[in-house]
């Protein structure tokens, strides 16, 4: 072992250490890694007193500061909401026609509206609200339970055949399934129903046909689609007079409703969203079928 | 000092001990604690456990990576709280084992899902999910129509997840695989157990539309169905926000 000397080039010392003749600097740890090692120390240290940082046995510290991400979160949902409250207590104190003829309130509700629909409902209705097969379109103009705002207002809450206790329910039996049909009415019913919306089926071979189709409907489907066929929003009965199909409209589709029935299931929303995103999603979804649909007037 | 570690480090089984000793110390002050301090997970006494059918649909869930793609975390933060409902809870995945929390999202958050959207709306989208959401990026899970549940053995899991503590009864464990039929065949005589044993806000609906016939899409959607309904604890909690 050689003794510590200084080297003459760095002026440093060596560690004493002689690796066949090889010595090594005794060079220290700069200075302004061992400065913010030290700070990071004295760092963590306030950190520990001013949050929650250490278990104990049963608890743990809670911090100086009192910070809790639980009520954080719910400072900033109440700082959001206060901010929103100025034009949120207009769209609750308002009713509807009074909401409708303010501009800048309807601008607020469709804005928010359409980050609603977005959020919850797009995924069954489409994106722009125009459905599929089994999701009724909401822009066509053609409501199933009535299309002003209260009515929409009414199926969020409630839903249809959801769990809600008053649900709005409506269910089409399984004609066929069930045995009150036979194969030759269910046609000949299908046929009538599909030459209302179609009268280029309605030719003089096919009157017979109609003729029996129209007896099967007087005698099963009025009670709920109308003498005229053309539905009840009381009932949820679709209009079968109009060139919209819920579940499809060629024949084979048509059979296929009547044979096994229907029943759809819209969740309700009461649980989930505010009485005043309601509000705002019924005024959002009215716009869609068009601004016709601001008179008020129910289905069609 | 010095002369302590260098006898240390010259002992190789001495120094082993040592290593394992300073190495654990890290894990012993994060992961003890949780053993000792109850505070922080809250306790809701009418928390109901899995149904069989629902545990069957979970298994599937698990099987099929779904966990890869959704979480099941709704974190603090007021753009989730808005968007999914009440923040999670460590009470909601006390009978998860495992938890399936995930920690990415390709798809949204599932934790509260349970009743968003319609069983006819998870059928179509899970055989395909185009058809009902254009643009969606989620693999088609068609096989799930057509493959029967395999429900025989679902007692088993049930006693497997007694044995970690979730407290299903014996009743419930011997009548698994009838309890699985009867929560998807609404009219079938097995339906009654289901909600005698799992009390009355169970579903018990012909999940994928076809009753008295079980199928893995009849799990897979019973078990979406539940998701942030075992406990309504999150919304007793204390959560402002009322999100959708």
Known sequence: MAAIERDPVTGRLTTGHDWNGIAELDTPIPKVVIFFLVVTFLFSLVWWILMPAWPLITTYTRGALGIDQRTEVEESIEAANAARSIWLSDLAAKDWSQIQADGTLMAKVKETGHRLFGD?????????????????????????????????????????????????TSQMPAFGRDGVLDRAQISDVAYYVRSLSDPSLATPE?????????????????????????????????????????????????????????????????????PEEIKMLALYVATMGGETQFTGEQSQ | ????????????????????????????VEIAPLYTIDETVESDPNMRVYTPLELAGRNIYIREGCYACHSQMIRTLRDEVERYGPYSLAVESKYDHPMLWGSK????????????????????????????????????????????????????????????????????????????????SPDASQASGVTERYGNDTTVSAFDGVPNRVTEMDAVVAYLQVLGKLTKAAKTEGAAGQGG
Not at chain 1, 214 to 233: L, P, T
Not at chain 1, 248 to 266: C, D, E, Y
Request: glycine residues 12%.
């Open chain 1, 206 to 274: 096919t009157a017979d046909r109609i003729a029996k189709g129209k007896e099967v409907f007087a005698a099963n489907c009025v009670s709920c689609h109308g003498e005229d066929a053309r539905g009840n929003v009381d009932l949820g009965a679709p209009n079968l007079t109009d060139s919209h199909w819920l579940y499809g409209g060629s024949a084979s589709q048509i059979v296929t409703t009547i044979f096994g029935g229907r029943m759809g299931h819209m969740p309700t929303w009461e649980a989930r969203l505010a």
């Open chain 2, 105 to 184: 999202r390709t798809g949204p958050d599932l934790a509260r899902v349970g009743g968003k959207y319609s069983d006819f709306w998870h059928v179509a989208h899970l055989i395909n999910p185009r058809d009902v959401v254009a643009g969606s990026v989620m693999p088609a899970y068609p096989w799930l129509a057509r493959n029967p549940l395999k429900i025989s053995d679902l007692g088993d899991h049930l006693a497997a997840l007694r044995k970690v503590g979730v407290p299903y009864t014996d009743e419930m464990i011997a009548n698994a695989p009838a309890d699985a039929f009867g929560q998807a």
């Open chain 1, 120 to 168: 919850n409902c797009a995924v069954c209705h489409g994106a722009s609200g125009t459905g599929g097969p089994g999701f009724p379109d909401l822009t066509d103009g053609d409501w199933i339970w009535g299309g002003d705002p209260d009515a929409i207002a009414q199926t969020l809450r409630v839903g249809v055949n959801s769990a809600a206790e008053d649900t709005r």
């Open chain 2, 1 to 28: 000092m010095p002369e302590v570690h260098r006898k240390l480090e010259r002992n190789a089984i001495g120094f082993v001990l040592a290593i394992i000793v300073v190495s654990s110390i890290g894990g012993l």
